[in-house]
T-cell receptor, first 117, second 118 residues
């Protein structure tokens, strides 16, 4: 069963506008972590933001914020004021606890974001 | 932040040869490292979890005799692709797990190794 679902293979956004990348997850664990990574064409994985399952407030890191809706099991990434350099592949990932996932991090299929000038 | 390096960054080899990829944590000790494989335009697929001083734990469908993992020290894990074939051509990425205060943890990723088997 797929545990991380990203339903948007590709997204377009106009420069300086905000964009939301969707992510839903499935776990029976009470303790888990949610991550977003950016992968530019160079291939490196760049950590963007982290949300713990027990964190009551949505995580924010600069222009990135994570819209965490625990009951819906969604962890959407919001990028505000998009820049041309934001064009890349974005992966949502989940790390389950030691009893369920052994601290492994699994990734969604990814969403390719294109920022238009 | 913590830095993870991989060597080589790119490798081209002939079919049937073995290739070793190194993953190093440069300024921290990593008791657990992970190896991922990424085919073009696809997501990262976890291959195995490497714990220092013990045998690696492989994901279902990953041949442990083909993908040999050695985690001999707290700063080095190696992945050896034995008898490589063209279908093994892929982007291999390692990551190191670092426990954080409060009981959490984070992962730092290496830059990846692009393997091409002719």
């Amino acid at each position: 069963a797929q545990k991380i679902t990203q339903t948007q293979p590709g997204m377009f956004v106009q420069e300086k506008e905000a964009v939301t990348l969707d992510c839903t997850y499935d776990t029976s664990d009470q303790s888990y972590g949610l991550f977003w990574y950016k992968q530019p064409s160079s291939g490196e994985m760049i950590f963007l933001i982290y949300q713990g399952s027990y964190d009551e407030q949505n995580a924010t890191e600069g222009r990135y914020s994570l819209n965490f809706q625990k009951a819906r099991k969604s962890a959407n990434l919001v990028i505000s004021a998009s820049q041309l350099g934001d064009s890349a592949m974005y992966f949502c990932a989940m790390r389950e606890g030691p009893n369920t996932g052994g601290f492994k991090t699994i990734f969604g299929a990814g969403t390719r974001l294109f920022v238009k000038a | 932040g913590a830095v993870v390096s991989q060597h080589p960054s790119r490798v081209i080899c002939k079919s049937g040869t073995s290739v070793k990829i190194e993953c190093r944590s440069l300024d921290f000790q990593a008791t657990t490292m992970f190896w991922y494989r990424q085919f073009p335009k696809q997501s990262l697929m976890l291959m195995a979890t490497s714990n220092e001083g013990s045998k690696a734990t492989y994901e279902q469908g990953v041949e442990k005799d083909k993908f040999l993992i050695n985690h001999a020290s707290l700063t080095l894990s190696t992945l050896t692709v034995t008898s490589a074939h063209p279908e093994d051509s892929s982007f291999y990425i390692c990551s190191a797990r670092v426990p954080t205060s409060g009981g959490g943890d984070t992962q730092y990723f290496g830059p990846g190794t692009r393997l091409t088997v002719l």
